[in-house]
């Protein structure tokens, strides 16, 4: 069975659906990052190197945990793309 056969069975279980759910934004947030860079056709090396840190730290704000909108607009500087923020009705 493949990770998303096991993922659709996974997610018929509240808690497993419910601590998903809750991972959302993480996934939006990692999503669009990687998006912008790869449109942009830079490495995750090569994103360091722009906002002076190291790659392992690029893979951590890519990761979506944790990061700041600060942290967001020095890596959407980095990668060239705007930013759009938007809070949308649940």
């Known amino acids: 069975m493949s990770i998303m056969q096991d993922h659709k069975i996974w997610l018929e279980d509240p808690e497993y659906k419910t601590a998903y759910d809750g ?16 449109e942009a056709g830079l490495t995750q090396e090569e994103v360091a190197r ?5 790659q392992p730290a690029v893979a951590r704000m890519e990761s979506g945990k944790n990061i700041s909108l ?4 020095r890596y959407a500087n980095a990668v060239q793309q705007p930013i759009r923020l938007e809070i949308l009705p649940a």
């Open 50 to 54: 722009k906002l002076g840190v190291t």
């Open 23 to 38: 991972l959302a934004q993480e996934f939006a947030i990692a999503t669009a990052l990687i998006r912008a860079r790869a």
């Open 70 to 73: 600060k942290t967001i607009t």
